[in-house]
């Protein structure tokens, strides 16, 4: 019988290879595989957003809103009080770039002004014959960037002698866009300012809540009953009606942040809460109680950046309801005064009926705030498809 | 169960205890109190008050006594039904809120079962429509309804409603019928005057609603018993209805207690701007003058009417699902 045992100093009937034994070679991911399995968390929260289309749309737009706040006085084609005198109400003009068949660029007509002496309405009619060229990256109105450097450097202006009101003017002859421009960089910033107060109010209280539970828990339980079973909108007015009418307007900017904030940290404060009851069952917690860990640093280091992503998810969601109550407050004249100017301010003065028929353009602040209210709307509920990537 | 109720009726005192001290708190903090503004009010107008009807109300409120006395006494009388002398009406606060208040109730039901009608359907619609454009469209709809504030929708709308259809602007009835007895033209004229509102005040509430509903069924329908049912025949219809749309109907039922004081206080806001007769642009007046009996007392029926709403659905929900029931406490 043949056996496969060669015989001594004869070479081996197959082949063996001379690298070493590697019994998983065959469970070993290639390049590809390594990358989606074993991707870190953050990855997969990346991936599962830009599953979101419209999320990621948002999260863009609103990227761009906050950068244009940075440089408001550059982009506002005016100053934000330049009042033009002898423009008062105008209506929107248009930006054309053909005349009579001709390329000239972009530039607007001049206006001329008529006062209807039956019904005392200004008429503005375009006038064909003047033309305003627009340039870009040039010298206008002069401003103090960010209130300290001076400059005069503008995104769009026009030719001398003529305007450029894109989107009207307002009862004293302001500019409606600059005003809109301006006002983005203080309503943009109530609600961010406003919920980061309420995050630290709703991780602390609802942190120590959670964590101890026991009465500490019952007593918090109590006080976020009692705040959220008062309507918001008459308790902002009750804590508005506090603000001293002395107080600068940008202290009054920042009492009405605190406001707001100060009835929407209980929503946060109850979902912290509620996580906190289960996860501080987990092992980890009580090895960090074992090795010495005060009840702070288990809060803040070990239990709550395991839901950040949930908070950071909600707390998109409920910024909307802050820039709505800041508008609605302003609208009351409860909120933000003038000079300060923010979209509720723009808002208040659309306040009658006689505006939406006379001048219809007064009321064009609703719409970057449905868009901005939309786009965080959108953004929040991708944020929150993401924060758990693993379902 | 008899327990649960005890224990959850016990529990209602402490909270309403604590709300009384918080809205007294909130009304007493500004400086000031209405005489003064009433006062400084009346000189700027060049008339004189006689100072001994002030001195006279001031003592019959008690406004001469410490703060802790004050809020003994506001108590005392709101336990006993009486919710104070409004400054402004001149009148007891339970005239001025009372003849208001059935008008208020009457917006907000209607409202709220606008916002049922129309949100349901919806809801419901874009569940079982996942991802389709019809879902997408009507969730883009309802969260332009969220987004926009409603002062502004009432304006525009009342600005329509007025070229498109005559209907004229403003208040929840034609002048000529204000403090008429009832009528079958008063009547229309209510009608015609509550589209309106109904549609502004609705719209927010509608959106904020389908997206719950959308969010609680999809959550259902995903479950297996859903697959068992319709791998077992029963038709599409019934298999929606029978179990995952009731399972999904628990939120609806929690959210009674927010209902209620809404129902009472009416959307503010739109009512200013449409200058309804409703209780909500009384309440903000009062807020701001300072009124202090008015808008504590006012704030305070809001809150004990929460209090009560959550009870409510508290219990209901005890009753529909025994999880809750034995466990004694909901679920979140």
Redesign the interface.
């Known amino acids: 019988m043949k056996t496969s045992i060669p015989k001594n100093g004869e070479p081996m009937g197959h082949f063996v290879s001379d690298a070493a034994f590697d019994p998983h070679s065959i469970e070993q991911l290639n390049d590809e595989q390594k990358a989606y399995y074993l991707a870190s968390q953050k990855k997969l929260m990346w991936w599962k957003f830009k599953l979101h289309k419209l999320a990621v749309v948002s999260g863009i737009f609103l990227a761009l809103v906050y950068i244009s706040i940075l440089f408001s006085e550059f982009l506002a084609p005016y100053d934000l009080n330049h009042r033009h005198v002898k423009n008062i109400y105008q209506p929107p003009q248009s930006v054309h770039l053909f005349h009579e068949g001709q390329f000239v660029g972009p530039f607007v007509y001049g206006t001329k002004y008529e006062l209807n002496l039956e019904t005392l309405a200004r008429t503005y009619a375009p006038d064909s014959k003047k033309i305003y060229k627009l340039s870009f990256f040039c010298s206008g109105d002069k401003y103090k960037f960010w209130g300290v450097i001076p400059a005069d450097n503008h995104l769009v202006c026009v030719e001398k002698g003529g305007t450029l009101f894109l989107l009207g003017t307002d009862r004293l002859g302001r500019d409606m866009l600059s005003r809109i421009i301006y006002g983005t960089r203080i309503s943009m910033t109530i609600g961010l300012i406003g919920i980061a107060i309420s995050f630290i109010l709703g991780i602390s209280i609802g942190g120590m809540a959670g964590y101890y539970g026991g009465w500490v828990d019952n007593i918090v339980q109590r006080i976020i009953e009692v705040i959220q079973s008062i309507p918001s909108i008459p308790l902002w007015l009750a804590i508005a009606a506090i603000i001293p009418v002395s107080w600068s307007p940008i202290l009054v900017y920042f009492a009405i942040s605190v406001v707001l904030a100060l009835l929407d940290w209980t929503g946060l404060a109850r979902a912290v809460r509620s996580k906190l009851l289960s996860l501080r069952e987990e092992d980890y917690v009580l090895a960090a109680e074992l090795m010495g860990a005060k009840p702070r640093r288990i809060i803040l280091r070990h239990l709550v950046p395991g839901f950040m992503s949930h908070l950071i998810a909600s707390a998109t969601l409920t910024i909307p309801s802050m820039i709505l109550g800041e508008t609605a407050l302003s609208f009351l004249g409860l909120g933000l005064r003038p000079p300060v100017t923010s979209w509720g301010v723009l808002l208040n003065e659309a306040q009658n009926i006689n505006v939406v028929v006379l001048y219809p353009w007064l009321i064009l602040p609703v719409v970057p705030v449905v868009l901005v209210i939309l786009a965080f709307n959108f953004l929040g509920d991708g944020l929150r498809d993401a924060a758990d990537p693993y379902a | 169960m008899v327990n649960y109720l005890l224990y959850r009726l016990a529990a209602a005192v402490?909270?309403l205890f604590?709300?009384s001290l918080?809205?007294f708190a909130?009304?007493e903090?500004?400086?000031g109190d209405y005489f003064e503004t009433f006062l400084a009010e009346q000189e700027a107008l060049g008339e004189t008050v006689d100072p001994k009807k002030i001195e006279y109300l001031k003592e019959t409120y008690g406004f001469d006594q410490p703060m802790p006395i004050r809020y003994a006494s506001w108590v005392w009388g709101l336990l006993h039904g009486d919710l104070g002398y409004s400054f402004e009406y001149e009148l007891p606060v339970n005239d001025v809120i009372g003849s208001r208040v059935w008008m208020t109730m009457l917006v907000s039901f209607i409202t709220i079962i606008f916002t049922w009608l129309i949100a349901f359907p919806i809801g419901i619609y874009s569940a079982t429509h996942k991802y389709s454009w019809g879902d997408y469209g009507l969730t883009f709809i309802g969260?332009?309804g969220?987004?926009?504030?409603?002062?502004?929708l009432a304006?525009?709308l009342?600005?329509f409603a007025?070229v498109w259809f005559g209907t004229s602007?403003g208040h929840l009835m034609d002048a000529e019928f204000i403090d008429q007895p009832m009528s079958w033209a008063k009547f229309v004229s209510v009608v015609e005057h509550l589209v309106i509102p109904v549609i502004v005040i609705g719209t927010a509430g509608t959106a904020a609603m389908i997206r719950r509903l959308r969010a609680n069924l999809l959550d259902e329908l995903q479950k297996q018993y859903v697959t068992t049912a319709k791998a077992k025949g029963v038709p599409p219809f019934k298999a929606l209805v029978k179990y995952p749309l009731r399972m999904s109907l628990n939120f609806f039922i929690s959210d009674i207690?927010s209902i209620l004081?809404?129902v009472i206080?009416g959307a503010?806001?739109v009512a200013?701007?449409l200058s309804l007769e409703t209780t909500g642009p009384l309440?903000?007046s009062a807020?701001?003058s300072?009124d202090m009996y008015l808008?504590g007392s006012f704030?305070m029926m809001?809150?004990v009417l929460?209090?009560i709403g959550?009870l409510i659905s508290d219990i209901a929900l005890a009753f529909l699902d025994p999880r809750i029931r034995l466990k004694g406490g909901r679920q979140?």
């Open positions: 402490p909270t604590l709300i918080l809205i909130v009304i903090l500004p400086p969260l332009l969220l987004a926009t504030p409603n002062f502004l304006l525009i009342m600005y007025n602007i207690g004081p809404s206080s503010e806001v200013i701007v309440l903000i807020l701001k300072q808008a704030l809001l809150a929460t209090v959550v979140k």
